[in-house]
């Protein structure tokens, strides 16, 4: 899986902003809680990064492939006056190597569509969780990209790449994962909460 996943480039922070200008609400509507320890898979610029890591008091992981992404991403958890347990530049495939222990949840945002090998990295993702463990995927709707407009320009990925519900919960269900389930993320994507029966 070595190399960026295929459109999953970080956008301007403007547009997330946008999107969702109350990021920590998003993040206690997929079932983060205060004294869980998370894993922000594919971190990006730290956008949910900063706000997880406030709910769960620090005990946050952050990965990402690309080096200048990890660098925006301490810059907002530094901004936010909060702090994070590891900052790791790597492959995603290759997360169950370089947590030192098993997490409580698994965020992914955006970048699921583009994994070219989803079975192999919820298989990694479940390694990383402990028995019960949550993870939790942010993915735009299936709509047209033309419909998904952001600060009046077409955004996301494109059409054919876009997941539904039911494609995303037969990779994870076929790795062991168990929905809990689907929150609708206005305007234009869902979270999909999972929950690890190992």
Not at 26 to 55: H, N, Q
Not at 70 to 75: G, M, N, S
Not at 166 to 178: D, H, K, N, P
Request: hydrophobic letters at 45%.
């Amino acid at each position: 899986m070595t190399g960026m996943f295929p459109a999953t480039s970080m956008p301007d922070r403007d547009w997330w902003e946008a999107l969702w200008p109350d990021p920590s609400g998003l993040l206690l509507s997929l079932g983060v809680e205060p004294g869980m320890t998370a894993l922000d898979l594919c971190c990006g610029d730290g956008y949910f990064t900063a706000p997880l890591a406030k709910i769960v008091g620090g005990r946050v992981y952050a990965l990402d492939l690309d080096p200048d992404m990890i660098v925006a991403a301490k810059a907002e958890v530094k901004r936010l006056g909060v702090s994070v347990l590891k900052w790791i530049v790597a492959d995603a495939g290759d997360v169950a190597d370089l947590i030192p222990e098993k997490v409580d949840f698994v965020l992914i945002a955006n970048t699921f569509h583009g994994v070219p090998d989803q079975p192999a990295l919820v298989k990694a993702v479940a390694r990383t969780l402990k028995p019960h463990g949550l993870f939790a995927l942010v993915n735009w709707h299936q709509l047209p990209r033309e419909q998904t407009t952001v600060l009046g320009q077409p955004r996301g990925p494109r059409t054919e790449m876009r997941m539904s519900p039911e494609a995303v919960s037969a990779v994870l269900e076929a790795a062991g994962f168990r929905l809990l389930r689907m929150v609708d993320l206005p305007p234009y994507h869902y979270g999909a909460v999972f929950e690890h029966k190992g």
